[in-house]
């Protein structure tokens, strides 16, 4: 069994290798030729962009590796079946049950695999390119209207609560045009702090530079008590860094942990968070994807090989990946828009083509 094991693991894992390395050089190529314009715009050189794309290909093995797999897996079986030799193995005593034990531990491996590229690896340096694609443009991009957070202190007149607007962000830590604005027990507005730079601590503390702090009088008809400027102003919040990170950077960026903090955050404060809900449960069950894959891959294994050519197979591959791809993606959308649970929304594509997978093996055992 030792001696099969070697010829299906060497087999799949040499035909994913190579997809992987196609579509990574593809990719590659696309995101060079985006970079190309860019190129020249505050110091921003064919090095840095270079470095750029090279940055963004752990993302893009992330995201690539589970289609590569299925492709790759099924050329590999397909051949073998074609030639006779997943015949011969059959004869030798390579049941149904123990070809489905053998890829799944090789799923298993890919999926542990998928997981600390899609959790370490990629999150760190896309943060990277972020950044440096910052340098180019002067700043992060920023959604219409700033970013806005949420905090609250309990002191003994009751809770506090602010309201952070976030104008620009300029690296990890550094944001501009900052707008704090504290309301009382009852909802009223206390006070309005604009700074036009400010610096994040790990901490939670907020250093803010060229400050202007309004203070409304807590009256029915709110009105202006009094104004103050100051050169700098520094401000304790449980607004940290890595909350920060989580609001102005790309998903792309967050780890699984990251978005699990972000979205409890938000959900402590009253804000939205199924969209983070989301991709966290997507960021979670995404490395399964894997063990999908070549269950998808294994029935063709049991076709004859005059069932068709190995080219109309990985074609069919091809195609089983991009179907999956897509539902992914609009399950991800209509859990949104319809407020369905967010790991439901998740897990329902892998669901699906598992059973079919499945189904499609038994059928093919017990019938071919």
């Known amino acids: 069994m ?40 505050n110091g921003y050189s064919v090095g840095r962009a270079l470095l750029v794309c090279l940055m963004q290909v752990p993302g893009h093995v992330y995201e690539l590796l589970p289609i590569a797999l299925l ?59 972020t950044l440096m694609q910052a340098t180019r443009n002067g700043h992060l991009n920023v959604a219409r209207g700033g970013a806005w957070l949420r905090d609250s202190v309990r002191g003994p007149d009751g809770e506090r609560r602010f309201t952070v607007n976030i104008g620009e962000a300029h690296s990890d830590g550094e944001v501009a045009q ?56 520094t401000w304790q919040s449980s607004l940290n860094r890595s909350v920060l990170a989580a609001a102005v950077l790309p998903l792309g960026t967050m780890s699984t942990a990251a978005l699990w903090r972000y979205m409890t955050h938000l959900a402590d404060h009253e804000q939205a968070a199924q969209r983070y809900e989301i991709q966290f449960w997507k960021r979670a069950l995404y490395p399964f994807a894997c063990l999908v894959m070549l269950a998808l891959a294994l029935p063709f294994a049991y076709l004859h090989g005059r069932s068709g050519g190995i080219s109309l197979k990985v074609f069919g591959g091809i195609m089983l990946g991009i179907s999956f791809v897509l539902l992914n993606n609009v399950m991800g959308h209509l859990g949104l828009l319809q407020n369905w649970t967010p790991w439901v929304a998740a897990s329902v594509p892998s669901a699906i083509y598992l059973l079919l997978s499945l189904g499609a093996f038994s059928w093919l055992v017990r019938y071919r």
């Open 71 to 129: 492709i790759g897996a099924i050329y590999a079986l397909a051949r073998l079946a074609q030639s006779s030799e997943f015949t011969i193995l059959r004869t030798g005593g390579l049941g149904p049950r123990r070809a489905l034990v053998l890829l799944t531990a090789l799923g298993l491996g890919f999926v542990a695999f998928t997981f600390v590229i899609g959790d370490v690896v990629a999150p760190w340096f896309e943060r990277q390119a």
């Open 178 to 233: 900052v707008r704090i604005f504290e309301f009382g027990p009852r909802g009223e507005l206390l006070t309005r702090t604009s700074a036009a730079r400010a610096t994040v601590g790990n901490d939670g503390v907020w250093t803010l530079e060229e400050v202007q702090i309004s203070h409304w009088a807590p009256d029915a008809t709110p009105r202006l008590d009094a104004d103050q400027r100051l050169v700098r102003h």
């Open 2 to 41: 030792r001696t099969v094991r070697r010829l299906l693991y060497r087999e799949i894992l040499g035909a994913t290798g190579f997809v992987a390395a196609a579509f990574l050089g593809l990719f590659f190529f696309f995101d060079l030729v985006d970079e190309v314009d860019r190129i020249g715009r």
